[in-house]
Each structure stands twice: as structure tokens, then as C-alpha cells.
């Protein structure tokens, strides 16, 4: 991927591959700068890629976006002032033309799903910053979406509402089956909510290392006491900090998979 402004050339990304399995989880880390978002807007059919390709379930990002196959969620995910938060949530079908009694059954399901009931009929300015990002996340689910994009969806938050986040959303990926690509600065979020963590260095983008995670589905915060949790944050650690040579350091098999 090579933006070009005039004269300015920036090659943003090189050589990334990456297959996520369909219902699996992937989280992108990496210095500022290294192409997280790009990848990420590639897939959502924001920018066009200069070579390579990128496909959701086989259909390419146009395809996915006229499909509504994904959701993007970013960390400034924008909710109108002036509407109530179920209007907020609403507004994806609205875009989407679905008539009115079927937008207000998918997103009051959504709320439930996000732990919002009782919130409806907030303003935006009424929510905490996690309870607007809940909304934002219940909006996008409302489309159903069969790939989930977020790109710091919790990066603006205290660490213990970002670690209650972490954990509804892992209960509402399993609920939905979504497949998940997630940017994130957090090693700790990025080993709690991926089967793969991917591992990006910058000038230009690309992926230098991936990491399989080894804990299985049904995860808890118990997960963070495990000794293999441990591991995989030295091991994310020591390739973000371009350590040559990175290997698995050897774990014992996690008690949650
Ligand atoms: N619209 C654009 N036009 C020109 N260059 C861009 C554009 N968007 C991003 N870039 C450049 O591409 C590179 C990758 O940017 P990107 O935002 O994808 O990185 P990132 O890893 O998501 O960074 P951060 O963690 O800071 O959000 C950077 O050098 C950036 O300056």
C-alpha cells in the first residue's frame, strides 16, 4: 500500500499476510505508524491497495461492503449528540433501509447484548465513555456483521472498563460467531481477545512475527494468572521490540483450552 499525495510517496504497507479463519479471532500490534489502520481500511473498502489483495470470505472489500459483511469500530466511533442512544443504535439500519419495526427489535436485541437495557433513551452526553463505546459496538452488531473491524475500539478507556469490555465482547464474539480483526496498542487485550496475534513493524509496514494463542474459546479473567499468559506477553514484547531471533519461550499447556 503506497499513499501518494503530490509528490510525496509514503509506502505504508509491504509484505502482510495474513488468513484469519472464519469465526476466528486476529489482533494487529505495532509501533505508531506501522500500517494497522491501513490494513484495516483496506478490508473495510475505505482505501483502495496499491498492490496485493484482501478478501472477507472470499468476496473482496466492495463486495463485503455491499453486502454489509463487516462492521467498523474505532475508537472515536461517533455518536450523534442530538439522538437518544437507541436512536444511535438504530442508525446503522437506518442507512441500511430496513423498516422501522425490524431497526428497533435488532437494536434493542443489540443493547441486551452489549449490557445497555435501561440506557435507551440516554443521550450521548448522559453515557460514560465506555457506555458510548457499548452503544457504538450494539450499533454495529445490529448489521449482524459476519466480520468484526476495530481499530482501538477501547483505546480511550481506564484500564478496568477496558478489561469488562474485553471480556462482554469475547461473550458476544461467541454469541454472534463474528470473525474478528482487531487493532489494538494493549499486548495484554491483543493475547485476551486473539487466537493469532500478529506482530507489525513500520517504514515500510509489515508483519514480522505472528503469535498463535493457545487458550481456547471460553475465556476468563483467570486467564491473566496463567503462566502461559505470562509467556505470550514476553514473547509479543520482546518482537515488538525487534528482538532478532524471537521464539516461543516453552509453556506448559493452558489450563483454559
Ligand atoms: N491518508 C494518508 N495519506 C498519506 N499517508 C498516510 C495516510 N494514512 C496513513 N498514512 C501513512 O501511512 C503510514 C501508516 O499509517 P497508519 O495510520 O496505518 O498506521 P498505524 O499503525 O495505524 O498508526 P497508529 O498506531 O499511530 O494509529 C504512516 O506513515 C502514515 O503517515
Redesign the pocket.
Same mark, same amino acid.
Given at each position: 500500500m503506497t499513499?501518494r499525495?503530490g509528490r $510525496?510517496v &509514503?509506502q505504508?504497507l509491504s509484505a502482510c499476510s495474513l488468513t484469519i479463519p472464519e469465526g476466528g479471532w486476529a489482533s494487529l500490534i505495532?509501533? /505508531? @505508524?506501522? @500500517?494497522? /489502520? &491501513?490494513?484495516l481500511?483496506i478490508l473495510a473498502d475505505i +482505501?483502495q491497495p496499491s498492490g496485493g489483495s484482501a478478501t472477507l470470505g472470499g468476496m473482496t472489500p466492495a463486495e463485503a461492503r455491499a453486502t454489509r459483511s463487516f462492521a467498523l469500530v474505532s475508537q472515536q466511533s461517533v455518536l450523534l449528540p442530538w439522538r437518544r442512544m437507541l436512536e444511535n443504535v438504530e442508525l446503522g439500519l437506518e442507512v441500511a433501509r430496513a423498516d422501522r419495526a425490524e431497526r428497533r427489535r435488532r437494536a434493542e436485541e443489540a443493547i441486551e447484548l452489549v449490557g445497555l437495557r435501561g440506557f435507551e433513551r440516554a443521550y450521548p452526553h448522559e453515557l460514560s465513555g465506555g457506555m458510548r463505546q457499548r452503544a457504538a459496538i450494539a450499533r454495529a452488531l445490529t448489521l449482524r456483521p459476519r466480520f468484526l473491524l476495530m481499530d $482501538?475500539p477501547f483505546g480511550a478507556l481506564d484500564e478496568l472498563t477496558r478489561a469488562s469490555l474485553n471480556f462482554e465482547l469475547l461473550r458476544i464474539l461467541e454469541e454472534t460467531s463474528a470473525t474478528l480483526l482487531l +487493532?489494538t496498542?494493549s499486548i495484554a487485550e491483543a493475547i485476551i481477545l486473539s487466537d493469532v496475534v500478529a506482530v507489525?513493524s513500520?517504514r515500510p509496514?509489515r508483519i514480522v512475527h505472528k503469535l498463535e494463542i493457545g487458550f481456547g474459546h471460553h475465556r476468563t479473567d483467570a486467564m491473566r494468572d496463567d503462566p502461559a499468559f505470562a509467556a505470550h506477553e514476553a514473547e509479543l514484547r520482546h518482537a515488538l521490540h525487534g528482538d532478532p531471533g524471537v521464539t516461543r519461550p516453552a509453556i506448559r499447556e493452558p489450563a483454559f483450552a
Open positions: 499513499y499525495r $510525496e &509514503t505504508a505495532g509501533a /505508531s @505508524g506501522c @500500517g494497522k /489502520s &491501513t490494513l481500511r +482505501v $482501538e +487493532v496498542h507489525m513500520p509496514g
